[in-house]
């Protein structure tokens, strides 16, 4: 089964400043997601990436995949705290991303920012 | 995007008793919902797959038994679990697939918070 590791666990950061999630599997990601979730809420979707290499923004984030599809970071530039909240990826558990929803996530990233 | 809800968003109950969570589809039709259950500070894991109209798969190590699924219609799937102990304690989040809605199309309930006494 595929396995997702997140780094870091948890990350303090001051406003403004810019961070970086990872995450990272042994096998090659089939469809990779990440979503934002207030504790004790549902999650929101915040992009996909199939291809290798590919790269996304909204607004202040940006994720990408790298080449090879087993590694894929999300970066927030000029935090605010609104970005405050923990981060998931998860990915599609089979192969061409034919599992249709059917994911496993990473451990998540507890994302704390300070005014 | 299409939406998913879930009911009820937080239900205490006894040691003992059952309890059924609702996983609706309000605007699309989803022949498949999955259930997941996020222990606080974890992640989320994959409890089951449930199918419309037959039988619920579940993942190594969930008990069939002790959590029931429902697949009733294409709009709503149910959670049981029966005779709840606080182990059993925990937020449980579906997630629901709009085909309509290509590779982007997997949508999550807001979640139900489980306490058991």
């Known amino acids: 089964s595929q396995e997702l590791e997140q780094s870091p666990q948890s990350l303090i950061v001051q406003e403004g400043k810019n961070l970086t999630i990872n995450c990272t599997s042994s096998?090659?990601?089939?469809?990779l997601y990440w979503y934002k979730q207030k504790y004790g809420e549902g999650l929101i979707f915040l992009m996909m990436l199939q291809k290798g290499g590919e790269e996304k923004s909204h607004e202040k984030i940006t994720a990408k995949l790298d080449e090879k599809k087993q590694q894929s970071s999300l970066h927030i530039t000029a935090s605010q705290p609104s970005h405050a909240g923990i981060y998931l990826c998860g990915a599609d558990v089979n192969a061409g991303g034919t599992s249709y929803g059917k994911l496993t996530f990473g451990q998540g990233t507890i994302l704390t920012v300070h005014p | 995007g299409a939406v998913v809800s879930q009911h009820p968003s937080r239900v205490i109950c006894k040691s003992g008793t059952s309890v059924k969570i609702e996983c609706r589809s309000l605007?699309?039709?989803?022949?498949?919902m999955f259930w997941y259950r996020q222990f606080p500070k974890k992640s989320l894991m994959l409890m089951a797959t449930s199918n419309e109209g037959s039988k619920a798969t579940y993942e190594q190590g969930v008990e069939k038994d002790k959590f029931l699924i429902n697949h009733a219609s294409l709009t709503l799937s149910t959670l049981t679990v029966t005779s709840a102990h606080p182990e059993d304690s925990s937020f449980y989040i579906c997630?629901?697939?709009?085909?309509?809605?290509?590779?982007?199309?997997?949508?999550f309930g807001p979640g139900t918070r489980l306490t058991v006494l």
């Open positions: 096998k090659t990601l089939y469809g």
């Open positions: 605007d699309f039709q989803a022949t498949t």
């Open positions: 997630s629901a697939r709009d085909p309509a809605s290509g590779s982007l199309g997997q949508f």
